[in-house]
């Protein structure tokens, strides 16, 4: 029985239009995020048979599997969510997101150097990988992560809540390979009141990562 399902898009094909096209949409969430689901819940049975088995040969593979399958889903399920075709725009041009606001230019000085770090961040990952914007737990203070593939380069314990997907798939059909084009209209389509509530629910968590058992 699987684990993980792929997610349904929650609009259709054409809704990012111009920023996305629609055959990038279907093909990425259609082709790419299924084959991130159905590599989780595969590795996850070859690991039951590695238990069931006492045979432990493959371990280091499959464990670097899960990761690498897993993080693709939640980062996709994370990424279909952070975007909406009527969004775009400041956080504080949008209702209900206040508090996220305050907390950008509080760890980043404003929200203009905070989007130059992210779009800096997405547009130069080495090869394939994300930029995240993430609550750290620690600090209490967001920060921005550029993840390599699906889970290298983070901070322990963080939780995403902004990812901008930098691998081709995401946009070569449209912008070619002019990565850097792509990051910028990103911005035109990012749903801030998702965000605001992943940023929400993540403060909600505190610091828990640092109370002793």
């Known amino acids: 029985m699987a684990i993980y399902t792929l997610p349904e898009l929650p609009y259709d ?6 920023v996305i ?11 790419h995020h299924a084959a991130y689901v159905k590599g989780a819940n595969d590795t996850l049975e070859q690991l039951a ?19 690498f399958h897993l993080s693709g889903h939640i ?3 994370i990424y ?7 969004g775009g725009g400041e956080p504080l041009d949008k209702d209900g997101v206040g508090e996220l606001a305050d907390a950008l230019a509080e760890s980043f000085g404003s929200f203009a150097k905070f989007k130059a770090q992210l ?16 609550y750290e737990p620690v600090s209490g203070r967001l920060i921005v992560e550029q993840v390599y593939d699906h ?16 691998w081709e798939h995401a946009f070569y059909l449209q912008y070619k390979n002019q990565k850097v084009d792509f990051i910028e209209a990103m911005w035109q389509v990012v749903n ?12 909600a968590k505190g610091n828990s990562i640092l109370l002793a058992p």
């Open 13 to 18: 094909y054409s809704a990012l239009a111009p």
């Open 21 to 31: 096209s629609p055959e990038i949409i279907e093909l990425h969430h259609d082709k």
């Open 49 to 67: 048979e590695a238990r069931d088995k006492d045979q432990w040969g493959a371990v280091n593979g499959l464990e670097k599997s899960l990761a």
């Open 75 to 77: 980062l996709h399920s």
């Open 80 to 86: 279909w969510q952070n975007m909406t075709g009527d």
């Open 119 to 134: 779009t800096k961040a997405s547009a130069t990952t080495q090869g394939s990988g994300w930029g995240v914007l993430a």
């Open 151 to 166: 889970q290298g380069n983070v901070g322990q314990g963080s939780t995403p809540i902004l990812v901008f997907d930098a």
């Open 192 to 203: 801030w009141q998702d965000v605001a509530a992943r940023y929400a629910a993540a403060k």
